[in-house]
């Protein structure tokens, strides 16, 4: 899916001029006629397009062509609210002369935000703050993920009390795995992160290599954009301290309640054991005077009476007798 923006009166509007100076060029699992499209017209080099398109890809920066690829990984949230689970998606931001480009596989609420003019203060033209505005939001849904899937997790955690299912500890899985998602994915972004702030601390004056010098031509930062990227680093340091305690809680929570899964079985077993135990005791009786022999009082009108009787006895002693083992 191809989107085209520019940034005109503090809207943001759709065109579908590709050589517009100042836009910005949004891709969602884009298939090869618009690759080819955006490559030629915008002049963006194809490989940096084709990316983002590996699910597998690692978070960096590169500089080829004179422009400037920052690969990251951004969280989204799939399924339905009884089965929702969290990973996190390439998404690469390529900043040329006249152009900002995004490509991602999946819509994700990171990008949507900037569709649909949530987020003030953002310029199409204005790349570097348009970059550092996208780091700062991906940043910002991390942590709140991390906040739902905490409140999940005390959700499932209150189920779990008087469960004997593994649903609810397969939901909790679920969460851990995000939560091993998203940590993997915020560790590559500070890297990436780290790396553009060491690159725009560099002295003008120092013996820099040629493509830290280009980073910083394509990528001009001025004083208030540095303090913005100090913000974001610092946010996804908060974030990567919440995702460390929030998987810590969570594996001891599952080994927990693994047990207690357990131990609520065993409870249940030994529960219909008595009762097993109890209803013998009758049935014993019942069998013995339902022999073909000789019984005692089995000429007397009384007889039936005197076994349902011994019966009750034999099964109230039998309840007592477990109730003091606490087998009740």
Same mark, same amino acid.
């Given at each position: 899916?191809?989107?085209?923006?520019?940034?005109e009166s503090d809207e943001l509007k759709s065109i579908e001029d590709l050589t517009e100076k100042g836009i910005w060029i949004n891709l969602?699992?884009?298939?090869?006629?618009?690759?080819?499209?955006?490559?030629?017209?915008?002049?963006?080099?194809?490989?940096?397009?084709?990316?983002? %398109?590996?699910?597998?890809?690692?978070?960096?920066?590169?500089?080829?062509?004179?422009?400037?690829?920052?690969? /990251?990984?951004?969280?989204?949230?799939?399924?339905?609210?009884?089965?929702?689970?969290?990973?996190?998606?390439?998404?690469?931001?390529?900043?040329?002369?006249?152009?900002?480009? =995004?490509?991602?596989?999946?819509?994700?609420?990171?990008?949507?935000?900037?569709?649909?003019?949530?987020?003030?203060?953002?310029?199409?033209?204005?790349?570097?703050?348009?970059?550092?505005?996208? %780091?700062?939001?991906?940043? =910002?849904?991390?942590?709140?993920?991390?906040?739902?899937?905490?409140?999940?997790?005390?959700?499932?955690?209150?189920?779990?009390?008087?469960?004997?299912?593994?649903?609810?500890?397969?939901?909790?899985?679920?969460?851990?795995?995000?939560?091993?998602?998203?940590t993997t994915s915020l560790r590559a972004n500070e890297i990436v992160m780290e790396k553009l702030l060491r690159l725009q601390l560099k002295?003008?004056?120092?013996?820099?290599?040629?493509? =830290?010098?280009?980073?910083?031509?394509?990528?001009?930062?001025?004083?208030?954009?540095?303090?913005?990227?100090?913000?974001?680093?610092?946010?996804?340091?908060?974030?990567?301290?919440?995702?460390?305690?929030?998987?810590?809680?969570?594996?001891?929570?599952?080994?927990?309640?693994?047990? /207690?899964?357990?131990?609520? %079985?065993?409870?249940?077993?030994?529960?219909?054991?008595?009762?097993? /135990?109890?209803?013998?005791?009758?049935?014993?009786?019942?069998?013995?005077?339902?022999?073909?022999?000789?019984?005692?009082?089995?000429?007397?009108?009384?007889?039936?009476?005197?076994? /349902?009787?011994?019966?009750?006895?034999?099964?109230?002693?039998?309840?007592?007798?477990?109730?003091?083992?606490?087998?009740?």
């Amino acid at each position: 899916m191809l989107r085209v923006y520019l940034t005109e009166s503090d809207e943001l509007k759709s065109i579908e001029d590709l050589t517009e100076k100042g836009i910005w060029i949004n891709l969602i699992n884009p298939p090869e006629a618009e690759l080819k499209k955006v490559s030629i017209a915008a002049g963006i080099n194809s490989d940096l397009l084709r990316a983002a %398109l590996d699910a597998e890809e690692r978070s960096r920066i590169e500089v080829e062509d004179e422009q400037l690829l920052i690969l /990251i990984n951004v969280p989204i949230s799939e399924g339905e609210n009884g089965s929702l689970y969290y990973d996190a998606v390439p998404l690469g931001i390529i900043v040329s002369e006249h152009s900002v480009v =995004t490509v991602c596989l999946k819509e994700n609420p990171i990008v949507t935000e900037f569709e649909y003019g949530k987020n003030r203060s953002f310029y199409t033209f204005k790349k570097t703050r348009f970059v550092l505005q996208m %780091l700062f939001k991906t940043a =910002t849904y991390f942590l709140r993920y991390l906040q739902q899937i905490d409140k999940k997790s005390g959700e499932i955690e209150n189920k779990l009390h008087g469960s004997m299912k593994n649903e609810e500890l397969i939901r909790l899985l679920n969460l851990q795995k995000s939560l091993v998602y998203f940590t993997t994915s915020l560790r590559a972004n500070e890297i990436v992160m780290e790396k553009l702030l060491r690159l725009q601390l560099k002295s003008p004056m120092a013996n820099i290599d040629p493509e =830290t010098a280009l980073t910083t031509h394509i990528l001009k930062m001025y004083p208030e954009d540095e303090e913005l990227l100090e913000d974001v680093i610092t946010e996804n340091k908060q974030a990567i301290e919440m995702c460390q305690t929030y998987s810590d809680i969570l594996t001891g929570t599952m080994d927990a309640f693994a047990s /207690i899964i357990s131990n609520n %079985l065993n409870i249940v077993m030994k529960f219909l054991t008595s009762v097993t /135990i109890v209803m013998a005791l009758p049935t014993m009786v019942a069998s013995f005077f339902g022999m073909n022999v000789m019984l005692p009082m089995q000429h007397s009108p009384h007889a039936f009476i005197f076994t /349902i009787g011994l019966s009750i006895i034999l099964a109230l002693v039998g309840v007592v007798l477990l109730r003091r083992k606490n087998m009740f």
